[in-house]
């Protein structure tokens, strides 16, 4: 045979038992399903923490500002107005209709009760809590702690499945995240929906990566990308599919129950998602490996013959005479190549998150309809996802770096329009969403194909990690438009240009291997070189 006279890799082994076949268009159904709720819970606080306009009404009446009925249509009115300070003789329905604006005298919080409009909302966490004027503070704070529970998510839960495997901790973060997430449902207050939320975002991390790992470890080369963008697009499903969610039910309890129950249905996946036979001959766990290879190839309509059998059989001796040490995240950094090629995955992670989410989690600030925008929004994803498939197979480096700096020229050409033009501004953002979008689809593949076997969970975790230290950063960039009108999307703009340079310093992984070893990553270096 041809192969007996050399090592055979693991990507040849897929090859010849059918790199995208049935098995692992089966696998990709049961990875893709999740991804439409890991959707709705990353960005379902565009509703359930939206401040809908409200004015303070004073404790009873007689003390200077009656109850009365209160026209809430006119959506300018400025978050901390009050009533209290407003004479009797003005309140009045034609002076009610107009904006409402703060003066010096205008007091920072409530002595009496919020009066919250119901035009659009019914209930949303600001609304049961007061999170406003003084308190609007902790909306930010509740924010940054869900991406702090994903950041944790990241760390925790990509060590874990390099020791316990990406199936188990799959289902670990699957069971978990239905559990908080219809708790949060029920919270009693602000501070344990804070924590319940935080909990939620650490198994979103465990499920959006491993899944991602189990269906890229499973696939042959020439359909890794492919299937990477596949998972994408059901993200992207459920992005568009929250706006009608969010319309349909106003109730932020209601809400955030109806797209957390669902997830009980995922218990079946117990009996049907699959191991990483790759994992398991990294984990000298070579017998469970050879017998998951010769199911998939049953089912691909592949089986392996008695030559077949002694190719992957040769695969297992050589690794089994290969370093058993345990490898740690200190292995990312601990060689030339792989520290450079680590730093700068990280930044692209940090940076797509970082500008991800600084535009998607502030839809309002566009001032068009809040369900429109969002599905505006996620409509967007289809096709920044989709021109990567005719991008990617050409280069991955070439199209991480053109998306990145399209995405930064696009935020950074918004400073320049007018503010009377909020057509052009709008429209240059969602550039800017579509290059990010494209950009971010982009990484999960390309960080997949740069990190060896035995460290490829580890580095998808730490640039994971990263990548929710941008999504903590990103609530937090806002507040600089205080000090400076245009200070967020100058930020948002020079980042993914920065990044945009950095990865000309990256490898090609289009139509290549998978790296097994570290030492795969440095010899490929010497080769190049």
Same mark, same amino acid.
């Given at each position: 045979?041809?192969?007996?006279?050399?090592?055979?890799?693991?990507?040849?082994?897929?090859?010849?038992?059918?790199?995208?076949?049935?098995?692992?268009?089966?696998?990709?159904?049961?990875?893709?399903?999740?991804?439409?709720?890991?959707?709705?819970?990353?960005?379902?606080?565009?509703?359930?923490?939206?401040?809908?306009?409200?004015?303070?009404?004073?404790?009873?009446?007689?003390?200077?500002?009656?109850?009365?009925?209160?026209?809430?249509?006119?959506?300018?009115?400025?978050?901390?107005?009050?009533?209290?300070?407003?004479?009797?003789?003005?309140?009045?329905?034609?002076?009610?209709?107009?904006?409402?604006?703060?003066?010096?005298?205008?007091?920072?919080?409530?002595?009496?009760?919020?009066?919250?409009?119901?035009?659009?909302?019914?209930?949303?966490?600001?609304?049961?809590?007061?999170?406003?004027?003084?308190?609007?503070?902790?909306?930010?704070?509740?924010?940054?702690?869900?991406?702090?529970?994903?950041?944790?998510?990241?760390?925790?839960?990509?060590?874990?499945?390099?020791?316990?495997?990406?199936?188990?901790?799959?289902?670990?973060?699957?069971?978990?995240?239905?559990?908080? #997430?219809?708790?949060?449902?029920?919270?009693?207050?602000?501070?344990?929906?804070?924590?319940?939320?935080?909990?939620?975002?650490?198994?979103?991390?465990?499920?959006?990566?491993?899944?991602?790992?189990?269906?890229?470890?499973?696939? #042959?080369?020439?359909?890794?990308?492919?299937? #990477?963008?596949?998972?994408?697009?059901?993200?992207?499903?459920?992005?568009?599919?929250?706006?009608?969610?969010?319309?349909?039910?106003?109730?932020?309890?209601?809400?955030?129950?109806?797209?957390?129950?669902?997830?009980?249905?995922?218990?079946?996946?117990?009996?049907?998602?699959?191991?990483?036979?790759?994992?398991?001959?990294?984990?000298?766990?070579?017998?469970?490996?050879?017998?998951?290879?010769?199911?998939?190839?049953?089912?691909?309509?592949?089986?392996?013959?008695?030559?077949?059998?002694?190719?992957?059989?040769?695969?297992?001796?050589?690794?089994?005479?290969?370093?058993?040490?345990?490898?740690?995240?200190?292995?990312?950094?601990?060689?030339?190549?792989?520290?450079?090629?680590?730093?700068?995955?990280?930044?692209?992670?940090?940076?797509?998150?970082?500008?991800?989410? #600084?535009?998607?989690?502030?839809?309002?600030?566009?001032?068009?309809?809040?369900?429109?925008?969002?599905?505006?929004?996620?409509?967007?994803?289809?096709?920044?996802?989709?021109?990567?498939?005719?991008?990617?197979?050409?280069?991955?480096?070439?199209?991480?770096?053109?998306?990145?700096? $399209?995405?930064?020229?696009?935020?950074?050409?918004?400073?320049?329009?007018?503010?009377?033009?909020?057509?052009?501004?709008?429209?240059?953002?969602?550039?800017?969403?579509?290059?990010?979008?494209?950009?971010?689809?982009?990484?999960?593949?390309?960080?997949?194909?740069?990190?060896?076997?035995?460290?490829?969970?580890?580095?998808?975790?730490?640039?994971?990690?990263?990548?929710?230290?941008?999504?903590?950063?990103?609530?937090?960039?806002?507040?600089?438009?205080?000090?400076?009108?245009?200070?967020?999307?100058?930020?948002?703009?020079?980042?993914?240009?920065?990044?945009?340079?950095?990865?000309?310093?990256?490898?090609? $992984?289009?139509?290549?291997?998978?790296?097994?070893?570290?030492?795969?990553?440095?010899?490929?270096?010497?080769?190049?070189?």
């Amino acid at each position: 045979m041809a192969f007996q006279d050399r090592k055979m890799s693991f990507d040849e082994v897929l090859d010849r038992i059918g790199g995208f076949g049935r098995f692992q268009k089966t696998l990709y159904v049961w990875i893709c399903l999740p991804q439409i709720f890991l959707a709705f819970h990353m960005l379902v606080s565009v509703f359930t923490g939206a401040v809908p306009p409200h004015l303070c009404r004073s404790p009873q009446p007689g003390d200077g500002a009656p109850w009365l009925g209160l026209n809430y249509s006119n959506a300018s009115w400025e978050t901390c107005s009050s009533l209290q300070n407003v004479q009797p003789s003005q309140l009045n329905h034609s002076n009610l209709s107009l904006p409402i604006r703060e003066s010096s005298t205008t007091p920072k919080s409530c002595n009496g009760e919020w009066e919250f409009s119901k035009d659009v909302f019914l209930s949303t966490v600001i609304t049961e809590w007061d999170l406003v004027c003084e308190n609007a503070m902790l909306n930010h704070i509740g924010s940054s702690i869900y991406m702090f529970g994903l950041l944790v998510g990241a760390v925790m839960f990509g060590a874990l499945a390099d020791k316990y495997g990406r199936r188990n901790i799959i289902l670990i973060g699957l069971a978990a995240q239905v559990i908080f #997430g219809v708790g949060a449902a029920f919270a009693p207050n602000f501070y344990i929906y804070v924590m319940l939320r935080f909990v939620v975002g650490m198994t979103v991390s465990a499920v959006i990566i491993n899944a991602f790992v189990l269906g890229t470890e499973w696939t #042959g080369p020439k359909q890794r990308m492919l299937a #990477g963008v596949i998972t994408d697009y059901f993200f992207g499903f459920g992005y568009i599919l929250l706006a009608g969610v969010a319309y349909l039910i106003r109730d932020w309890r209601q809400l955030q129950l109806v797209i957390s129950a669902p997830g009980f249905l995922f218990l079946f996946y117990i009996w049907v998602l699959p191991k990483s036979a790759r994992w398991l001959m990294a984990n000298q766990k070579h017998e469970e490996a050879l017998d998951l290879i010769r199911k998939a190839a049953l089912i691909n309509g592949k089986p392996l013959d008695d030559d077949d059998i002694e190719l992957c059989q040769s695969l297992i001796n050589v690794e089994k005479l290969e370093d058993q040490r345990k490898y740690t995240v200190l292995d990312l950094v601990r060689t030339p190549r792989m520290r450079k090629q680590s730093l700068i995955i990280f930044y692209l992670w940090f940076v797509n998150v970082l500008v991800y989410y #600084g535009l998607s989690l502030n839809i309002s600030d566009f001032g068009m309809n809040i369900y429109l925008t969002q599905m505006i929004f996620g409509l967007v994803e289809m096709p920044a996802r989709a021109v990567t498939l005719f991008t990617l197979n050409r280069s991955r480096r070439i199209s991480q770096l053109a998306f990145l700096a $399209t995405a930064g020229l696009a935020c950074l050409l918004t400073i320049f329009v007018p503010d009377d033009l909020s057509v052009v501004r709008t429209a240059l953002a969602m550039v800017g969403k579509f290059g990010i979008t494209a950009s971010l689809s982009i990484v999960y593949i390309y960080s997949a194909e740069l990190f060896p076997t035995v460290i490829r969970q580890n580095g998808i975790g730490m640039g994971s990690m990263c990548a929710r230290a941008g999504g903590v950063i990103s609530p937090i960039i806002y507040l600089l438009g205080k000090s400076s009108h245009h200070a967020p999307m100058v930020v948002f703009g020079l980042c993914p240009l920065i990044g945009s340079a950095l990865t000309m310093f990256l490898p090609e $992984t289009a139509h290549k291997s998978l790296p097994d070893s570290i030492e795969d990553v440095e010899c490929t270096g010497d080769s190049e070189a």
